[in-house]
């Protein structure tokens, strides 16, 4: 992804699954003409390359490689096809913990399946990791926190405390519309600085009205945040290239 001097005029989708649109050519066309730096996170090693393909020679949207927490179980023998996908991009995504599980055993896997990752991302140097954290945030901060990458929560839902402790650790966040519906969503949202805050979509799974949410939605998802911020909808999103652009040229701690 590259920053110029029309900087003011593009967007941010840092979480979105290209893959998984019924038309994803369409939606990445789409996301090009609408000047949308998208983030195409991927839940297994297997389809990296199917996404990367498909990206191939796009100039706003790139491939992320990931293992979805929920696919930990069943694809825990990708690992090492993770760690040779991890030589051709940046951005490491969808990773992390999702403990709606309640076998420990899964939850142990997720563990150490997000350990090693972030290992490897640490090692690999300025790595970008959009990283999911339902029920889990404090597992996930306490194995994340020191790595030598840079960690954007995903519709965070944590705590206040949780909230504060990624901080601490230098974290983002990336906010889609269905947090900003949410009455514990905005407050979370109140409380994170501006200067940590990206907009996301999380699609096809979060929906915009009728239809799957596509990286064209962080148009409104930027207008809500202006509303919750009381600024204006451009100071939003000068707001969200200029954190991009930290992530995207300052290195990792």
Same mark, same amino acid.
């Given at each position: 992804?590259?920053?110029?001097?029309?900087?003011?005029?593009?967007?941010?989708?840092?979480?979105?699954?290209?893959?998984?649109?019924?038309?994803?050519?369409?939606?990445?066309?789409?996301?090009?003409?609408?000047?949308?730096?998208?983030?195409?996170?991927?839940?297994?090693?297997? %389809?990296?390359?199917?996404?990367?393909?498909?990206?191939?020679?796009?100039?706003? %949207?790139?491939?992320?490689?990931?293992?979805?927490?929920?696919?930990?179980?069943?694809?825990?023998?990708?690992?090492?096809?993770?760690?040779?996908?991890?030589?051709?991009?940046?951005?490491?995504?969808?990773?992390?913990?999702?403990?709606?599980?309640?076998?420990?055993?899964?939850?142990?896997?997720?563990?150490?399946?997000?350990?090693?990752?972030?290992?490897?991302?640490?090692?690999?140097?300025?790595?970008?990791?959009?990283?999911?954290?339902?029920?889990?945030?404090?597992?996930?901060?306490?194995?994340?926190?020191?790595?030598?990458?840079?960690?954007? &929560?995903?519709?965070?839902?944590?705590? =206040? =405390?949780?909230?504060?402790?990624?901080?601490?650790?230098?974290?983002?966040?990336?906010?889609?519309?269905?947090?900003?519906?949410?009455?514990?969503?905005?407050?979370?949202? &109140?409380?994170?600085?501006?200067?940590?805050?990206?907009?996301?979509?999380?699609?096809?799974? %979060?929906?915009?009205?009728?239809?799957?949410?596509?990286?064209?939605? %962080?148009?409104?998802?930027?207008?809500?945040?202006?509303?919750?911020?009381?600024?204006?909808?451009?100071?939003?999103?000068?707001?969200?290239?200029?954190?991009? =652009?930290?992530?995207?040229?300052?290195?990792?701690?």
């Amino acid at each position: 992804m590259n920053q110029s001097s029309e900087q003011v005029q593009a967007f941010v989708d840092a979480h979105c699954h290209i893959d998984l649109y019924q038309a994803p050519r369409r939606t990445i066309e789409q996301a090009e003409a609408d000047r949308i730096y998208t983030i195409a996170v991927t839940n297994a090693p297997s %389809v990296f390359a199917h996404t990367a393909s498909l990206v191939a020679g796009s100039r706003y %949207v790139r491939a992320a490689i990931g293992l979805h927490p929920e696919l930990v179980h069943s694809h825990r023998h990708e690992l090492d096809a993770f760690r040779d996908c991890l030589t051709q991009t940046r951005y490491v995504g969808e990773v992390g913990l999702d403990y709606m599980t309640l076998d420990e055993e899964i939850r142990s896997q997720q563990r150490l399946v997000l350990s090693t990752v972030a290992g490897w991302a640490s090692d690999s140097g300025n790595k970008i990791m959009t990283v999911h954290s339902r029920r889990a945030t404090r597992d996930v901060i306490s194995i994340l926190s020191g790595i030598k990458a840079k960690v954007i &929560l995903h519709w965070f839902s944590g705590t =206040k =405390k949780d909230l504060e402790r990624a901080l601490e650790s230098g974290f983002f966040f990336s906010v889609n519309n269905a947090m900003l519906r949410s009455d514990t969503g905005r407050a979370l949202v &109140l409380r994170m600085p501006a200067d940590r805050v990206l907009t996301e979509t999380d699609g096809p799974f %979060v929906q915009d009205g009728a239809e799957p949410a596509t990286p064209s939605t %962080v148009k409104s998802t930027i207008r809500e945040l202006a509303a919750l911020w009381g600024c204006s909808a451009d100071d939003v999103q000068t707001s969200t290239l200029n954190t991009l =652009k930290a992530l995207l040229t300052t290195t990792a701690p």
